[in-house]
């Protein structure tokens, strides 16, 4: 097929980046012709980001002519704010092609993606409502939450109308997407894929738990150091962020390993010398990296109980209870035998459920459907 993807990219570069770059990868893989048009946030000016994002995104007719060159069939968008909006995806269909848009995050709704504030998951903007996001300044500025607030929605009828299909990455983010107000004739679930498997299960040899993430707040790390501490079992907290200094106050005297961010190869080394992968995410994350790498990587993990999270690791735990987790935690850490177990079905399970050609399956199947 002919596949011209469409990306803004974010000023902080994370999973839906790697999303979009692994996508494009398979897709020449697969011998499609595919061309990856990005536009992005990192040093535009705020005053020119903010007028893209009100008017509907800048240029459509560079979308338009990439259509026309390529001859695409399908145009994959995934981020359009504040660069492309939804007059990209209208050009892209008057120029004769159909239109995917990807959802990775609520950003359609709420004006930071992650529908969390204040130390809990936040849906209050839904439908066209976004004034609570300018009420509660979800963006910081005044000025800022106001221009958010009026642009998605602008937005959202515009998108609506020039969407032929919008994809998901978990039925449990799918669900709630409609909640909010996406049509629901018209979302699919498209979870993201691992190209890599270990050979067999090492889990009952791990000398760690593993939490890996930017450190923030609703990524819940805390609950993580907690749960080791009060267990006894050692922790290793791979990634950077604004929570850090936080996060290492709290670990104290604990037997906590600060790892800082690492290299893809390097993490995927740590994460292999691990007995368990812990994801207290506070968020109603979708279809995370962290997840689907341990299961690749043959490690068992222990899950929060919100979002996308169950459909990948079944029964997860409430966020915020320390004692639930450091009881899982310690029962799963002193029986290797239950954990080489676990591991071993976790890889089984990726291989099944998240490997290229299972994701490529579908893939051909979204785009066949518009």
Request: hydrophobic residues 45%; proline residues 5%.
């Amino acid at each position: 097929m002919r596949v011209l993807l469409l990306h803004n990219r974010y000023r902080a570069e994370g999973g839906e980046e790697r999303a979009v770059g692994e996508l494009h990868a398979l897709l020449e893989r697969r011998g499609h012709d595919v061309v990856l048009l990005e536009r992005t946030s990192d040093g535009v000016g705020r005053g020119r980001a903010a007028a893209s994002l009100l008017r509907g995104g800048s240029d459509p007719a560079q979308v338009a002519e990439a259509v026309r060159r390529l001859q695409a069939e399908i145009v994959h968008a995934h981020n359009v704010h504040p660069l492309f909006g939804w007059r990209a995806l209208a050009a892209a269909r008057e120029a004769g092609a159909r239109t995917v848009l990807q959802l990775h995050n609520f950003r359609l709704f709420c004006a930071i993606g992650v529908a969390y504030r204040d130390g809990a998951v936040c849906h209050e903007c839904r439908g066209a409502n976004t004034l609570p996001g300018l009420r509660h300044r979800c963006r910081g500025s005044a000025g800022e939450a106001a221009v958010y607030a009026l642009a998605l929605h602008r937005q959202q009828p515009e998108l609506y109308g020039h969407v032929d299909r919008f994809a998901v990455l978990s039925d449990a983010h799918g669900a709630r997407l409609r909640e909010l107000g996406l049509p629901p004739d018209r979302v699919e679930t498209l979870p993201n894929f691992v190209s890599g498997f270990a050979g067999e299960s090492r889990a009952h040899l791990g000398g760690y738990a593993l939490v890996a993430g930017r450190l923030v707040e609703e990524k819940g790390f805390d609950t993580a150091i907690r749960a080791a501490a009060a267990a006894g079992v050692p922790l290793v907290v791979a990634g950077q962020g604004p929570d850090e200094p936080r996060l290492r106050a709290l670990a104290g005297a604990a037997e906590v390993h600060f790892a800082g961010w690492l290299p893809a190869p390097e993490l995927a080394e740590l994460r292999a010398g691990a007995g368990v992968v812990l994801v207290p995410s506070r968020c109603e994350e979708a279809c995370p990296y962290a997840v689907l790498e341990a299961l690749a990587a043959g490690v068992p993990v222990l899950a929060s109980d919100l979002g996308g999270l169950p459909e990948l690791v079944g029964a997860g735990l409430p966020p915020d209870d320390v004692g639930a987790w450091g009881a899982a935690l310690g029962a799963l850490w002193h029986d290797g035998g239950r954990r080489r177990e676990l591991g071993t079905r976790a890889l089984a399970d990726a291989r099944a459920r998240f490997g290229e050609d299972v994701y490529h399956d579908r893939l051909l199947a979204l785009y066949l459907s518009v």
